[in-house]
């Protein structure tokens, strides 16, 4: 088990209050990173820009249909209009036009949509673009604008730079990082790995140790070819002991174990509800990235 130095214990006893409260801004956000309102990027530094014309291909109606009615969450249309949004990204570090990346799509618990500094390391090894929405916080209703503004960055992405398919990932804390699980359970045709951060969902309903409660599924369960292919998704979710989702994190992470996916949690000890360090992050990160990122490696010189 990882340990960490900082705690903020959270008692969370009903289920209402409890989702509620990871949807909900609060203490452990991070930080921007000093960044700039500049659409010419410096590759390693932040940058934002206005996209006006690209979005993704799925409509609201049908990202309704694929998260279907979970019990125990409400999902309305979304209402998001295109080209309204400012987002932020960073090209990794020595960049070159034309380099051929992964693409990482931060979800913020915040209406900021920085990708924070926790990534950045991590976004330089692995050769990821970071990618966030600006307006796309825990306060955005209804919160299926937030998954599909989601998929018109990775839309937007695709048009800009040439990103890798096979490595299109998904991160964020809290109410993000289950805004992070909700992508990676409804479109693993699109999402190829995730890193949901003290707060995911799943398509289980699972009964809490107080009779009568429950967590509540995020959506609905795959079947068919979107479960297979889910199986071959990674999803590693950072918990810490002392995060009051922490129970629900490791109980989904345990039943979609015995389900045959691809999950992991990575607990870091004394750890509230708040960031993980960089290294616990940039670990998270290489185990989802790991089996993509060998099916991309060129073979050497003579080799077949």
Same mark, same amino acid.
Do not use: Q
């Given at each position: 088990m990882l340990? +960490?130095?900082?705690?903020?214990?959270?008692a969370g006893t009903a289920l209402v209050l409890v989702f509620v409260l990871a949807l909900l801004p609060g203490a452990g956000q991070p930080e921007p990173?000093? *960044?700039?309102?500049?659409? +010419?990027? #410096?590759?390693? $530094?932040?940058?934002?820009?206005?996209?006006?014309?690209? !979005?993704?291909?799925?409509s609201p109606r049908q990202l309704k249909a694929r998260i279907g009615r979970p019990r125990g969450l409400a999902v309305h249309v979304a209402t998001r209009e295109p080209g309204e949004s400012r987002f932020w990204a960073r090209l990794p570090d020595g960049w070159t036009d034309g380099e051929r990346c992964g693409l990482l799509v931060w979800c913020d618990p915040t209406d900021r949509g920085q990708p924070p500094r926790h990534y950045f390391a991590a976004a330089d090894e692995l050769r990821l673009i970071? #990618?966030? @929405?600006?307006?796309?916080g825990n306060?955005?209703?209804? =919160? !299926?604008?937030?998954?599909?503004?989601?998929?018109? &960055?990775?839309? #937007? &992405?695709?048009?800009? =730079?040439?990103?890798?398919?096979?490595?299109?990932?998904?991160?964020?804390?809290?109410?993000g990082g289950r805004i992070s699980s909700i992508l990676w359970g409804v479109f693993p045709d699109v999402i190829t790995g995730a @890193?949901?951060?003290?707060?995911?969902? $799943?398509?289980?309903?699972l009964e809490r140790g107080t009779p009568g409660t429950f967590w509540p599924a995020g959506y609905k369960r795959p079947r068919g070819k979107a479960e297979r292919l889910l199986r071959t998704r990674r999803l590693g979710a950072i918990t810490g002991t002392d995060d009051f989702n922490h129970e629900q994190t490791m109980a989904y992470?345990?039943?979609?174990?015995?389900?045959?996916? &691809? @999950?992991?949690?990575?607990?870091?000890?004394?750890?509230? +509800?708040?960031?993980? *360090? *960089?290294?616990?992050l940039t670990e998270a990160l290489r185990w989802i990235d790991d089996p993509n990122r060998a099916e991309t490696v060129e073979p050497a010189q003579g080799e077949e």
């Open positions: 340990r +960490h130095g900082a705690s903020n214990p959270v990173a000093s *960044p700039t309102r500049d659409e +010419h990027p #410096i590759p390693g $530094s932040l940058f934002s820009f206005e996209e006006r014309e690209i !979005t993704s291909e799925v970071l #990618i966030g @929405v600006e307006g796309a306060e955005r209703k209804p =919160w !299926t604008d937030r998954v599909l503004l989601a998929l018109d &960055a990775i839309a #937007i &992405a695709r048009v800009r =730079w040439a990103i890798d398919d096979t490595r299109v990932y998904v991160s964020g804390m809290s109410g @890193v949901p951060i003290v707060g995911m969902n $799943s398509y289980r309903v992470i345990d039943a979609m174990k015995r389900d045959g996916m &691809a @999950v992991r949690a990575f607990t870091v000890e004394g750890m509230g +509800h708040t960031m993980p *360090p *960089p290294e616990v």
